[in-house]
């Protein structure tokens, strides 16, 4: 595996004794370097960002442990540095934690206290990207800076993109399943004016067609059975920000036109309202659909086809960027060693070779999954080719039966996994069993919510 610790130490002998310790005890490898000049070189030449913790000495010739320290707080804040010393002034100790060391150990050092070190501050270094990561895309700053990928991967699409996130013009993003259209979208968004204002997701594909215009549009009090509060609607939540319309090709034809007038004229009109409110959004929808095809067969408007597609990024399908594939496979499994606090893993060569040689036919989001379940399985410090389980992706599938008045019977199906082999989430099988209840009442509401046992309330909610 690629070897995450750094051993910045003049004496030869304490760097072997180390680098033993840390195979015999965490299976870790650890690259040695004789100063802290090296140390600098070394990590301006870590391409795949291998190395995770620096363990350092205070004292070196050429450029001693302090000095070090101050640069890699500068030039690599995400990676924890573990200061030692022979010498038992406690000032040294002081100063190397005021200016950013996690831990400070005297030499010698007991082994087991080394080991329990160079654990939390693993665990620290993984989860302390996380939180940079995630706190980026809640505050609307998820930049371009953030996605994975090189020339011949997503460079061509990013250099179009860039130019789209300095103006205003609706983008639409299209590819297969699972290429992620929706990150795309929110580093388009963290890149324009718009940055840290809302970024509004919706999935249209998920919205019974009774409830899409409300959801959308918002709505009145009592403008329909059930309508029990006034709301807003997603366009007005994302006022100053970035609505993203995930499969907007699911659109109603009669909401597609109420969509087209909201591009034109700027405005919403919320079901049961009586006049038009102003919003500011920009748009940019996605679609795994040839859109061109269904307008030709009548399934989508024209005149709203070339609103919506002023700017198209098409999103290259995994199996085109395999040069990416190894370096988001790196990216999921630092997120989810940080989601299941554990040490930080690395791939086989074997590993390599397997996932590369993979097709992918569900694209980055089986690529997680598959990495996901391969952190949860493995019990070494090293993920193996076993334990990935690449078999296309089968979904089980339960028979769902729904009994009419007349004790006809009908047969629905729902895939209790996705595409990629995960399975899915309660809350998302309840959604889709409460679509199908739904089309086969024909859309009656009071039915289908006591059919399913939940008042009408509750079923609007869950909807919506």
Known sequence: MSDPVLIVEDEPLQRQMLATLLRRKLDYGAQAVENGRQALDLLEADERKSVKLVIMDLNMPVMGGLETLDILRQKYPHIPVIMLTGSKDIHDAVEAMKRGAIDFLNKPYEADRMVVTVKNALKISILSQEVTRLKSRESGHFGFDNLIGHEGGLMPTLNI?????SSDIPVLITGETGTGKEVFAQAIHGESARAGKPFIAINCGAIPSQLVESTLFGHEKGSFTGATEKAAGKFREAEGGTIFLDEVGELPLDTQVKLLRVLQQKEVEPVGGTKAIPVNVRIIS???????????????????????????????????RKGDLILLADHFIERYCSNENCLPKALSEQAREKLIAYDWPGNVRQLENAVRRAIVMSDSVELSADDFILQGGGSYEAPVQFISDDSQTSDFRINLMDTEGAFKTVERIEREMMKIALDYF?????QTAKALGMAKSTFYKKMV
Do not use: C, H, I, Y
Request: no cysteine.
């Open 161 to 165: 993109a860039r130019k789209a996130a």
């Open 286 to 320: 996605a679609t795994n659909r040839d859109l061109q095809k269904e307008v030709e067969e009548g399934l989508f408007r024209e005149d709203l086809f070339f609103r919506l597609n002023v700017l198209e990024l098409s999103l290259p399908p995994l199996r085109d």
């Open 442 to 446: 024909d859309g009656n509401v009071t």
